[in-house]
């Protein structure tokens, strides 16, 4: 293990690359771990088999790193929403939802990132979005009863207005997990959405929010959807604020723009984040 933060690379960034090719690529680098897609593994992820799941876990420790946990979950299978008006359709995707618990788990994952933004999209009738906005808590709460039996924690992730509608900050997400809140169900931190829709810097909600207990994980990115270091965001001062906060969990490097191209965009990105520790010694 690496000193300092564990950090995973978000495995979207390297998908041209197969699964062994990725973890290996990741290990090479220095990533802790791998911060895995289920879209990228498969069509139809929740329906993974328990074979298919030993085997990608075996991959990935055989490759030096450790599977950290998951997110875009609700990308595939196609279709998914927790806010349509057809209860059918919302109870196949809380199936969904439950399923990537146990897919998380069986890979050896600690957490789950549910961003999925167009899934959770509330409707443009107004009388019609208290009612949905009910439906996805009522889901997050059911995938975090999962979680919490499962030994992994169910982060919803604040995002940008300009992606969905629905739980823009981390206060909107604590607010939906409730007081006090269950095990199993966390929010977390996403630098980029954190810079365009909080009124404080990603370094003093880090310091704000860590003490509530309801911070789970931490993506770093870029405003300008690259990696780390690769727009105007400072990084240092986020990851001063959680050493000085005491965060024990995962850093995802999360870029979306691959500069100059994925391989590339994720060794800038580690060796950024290995530099900013070094330098708080």
Partial sequence: MTAGFRVALCN????????AAQCRLAAALGYDGLEVAPFTLSETPDALSETEIRSLRRIAEAEGVAISGLHWLLIRPAGLSLTDPDPALRARTAAVMAR???????????????????QRRLPEERAARADAAGWAAEAFHAAGRAAAAAGVTYCIEPLSRNETDYVNSIAEAAAVIGTPAPPGLATMLDVSAATREEGESPAALAARWLPSGLIGHVHLNDTS?????????PIAPVIAALRQGGYGGWLGVEPFDYVPDGPGAAARAIGYVRGIEAALV
């Fill in 225 to 233: 959807r690259r990696g780390p270091g690769q727009g105007d965001v």
């Fill in 12 to 19: 979207e960034v390297v998908r041209a690359l197969d699964f």
């Fill in 100 to 118: 990537l618990v146990d897919l998380c788990a069986g890979l050896g994952g600690n957490y789950l990132v549910h961003g999925s933004p167009v």
